[in-house]
């Protein structure tokens, strides 16, 4: 069944409205005719089944024949992501999405290509977003990750955000496999984490400064294993990790 996307405030009674883009790609592409059925996504949380009404040249008009709500995950991801060349920041969003990140927060580090300045940022994280919208479409997950203006790490820093669990991709001696420090919190805490970030670096990692600014904020170095990955491998590597982890261990409640 295919699959749109409607942010949560075009959303109206029992009817909905697909327009722009969405439209689009219903009528010129898919060529969809009256009574068909197909999924409308929110992402927050909600699934609309709905049967495809009358079309003008540009709007197509749904019939909601049925209403599903998701509860939200109990834990988010926040994939700290060094943007790496080319388009692959693109592809490492598609793949976080499917792989139930939260949020992504591309950054600019010391070794990362890209240099953007604040309209760039604000550009890029609309089109990012634009990535993970597409992603929940193709894989069906009912929450929207949130694609937040390229940052540096220092500044994220400076927010003072707080994770129960934070963690860094490390090549660096001393690193544990991501399982033991799962373990340790659920041994410390009685249960598994609730919010969880992850740093991967670029190309050449995070300078040393940055590894130890980033460790020094409460970042536990996790290993990858012997061979050195690809920025995009490492990501979809930790995020893998993560989602099983955190998942198995919401099955088990």
């Not at 598609?94 to 953007?116: D, M, N, Y």
Request: a positive charge; one cysteine or more.
């Amino acid at each position: 069944m295919h699959r749109f996307y409607l942010a949560p405030d075009q959303f109206s009674g029992d009817e909905l409205f697909l327009t722009g883009r969405e439209a689009h790609h219903a009528l010129d592409v898919l060529r969809l005719r009256r009574g068909e059925r197909v999924t409308v996504l929110d992402g927050a949380g909600r699934q609309f089944l709905c049967e495809t009404q009358a079309h003008d040249r540009d709007k197509l008009r749904l019939n909601i024949l049925e209403k599903r709500k998701i509860p939200p995950p109990p834990y988010r991801i926040t994939l700290l992501q060094a943007v790496p060349k080319g388009k692959l920041i693109e592809s490492i969003i598609q793949k976080a999405t499917e792989l139930g990140a939260f949020r992504v927060i591309p950054l600019l580090s010391e070794r990362v290509v890209t240099h953007l300045d604040e309209k760039g940022s604000v550009n890029k994280a609309e089109k990012w977003q634009g990535v993970a919208v597409e992603a929940i479409k193709q894989c069906g997950a009912a929450w929207l990750p949130r694609v937040e203006p390229p940052t540096t790490p220092q500044e994220f820093i400076a927010r003072g955000e707080k994770f129960e669990l934070p963690l860094i991709a490390s090549l660096q001696a001393g690193s544990k496999h991501p399982r033991a420090y799962f373990r340790e919190f659920e041994k410390t805490h009685r249960r598994l984490p609730s919010t969880v970030s992850m740093w991967v670096g670029p190309e050449g990692d995070f300078s040393p400064e940055e590894y130890g600014l980033i460790q020094k904020s409460g970042a536990l170095p996790i290993s990858l294993g012997q061979l050195v990955l690809r920025a995009e491998t490492a990501a979809i590597y930790c995020l893998s990790i993560l989602n099983y982890e955190l998942a198995a261990g919401a099955d088990l409640r």
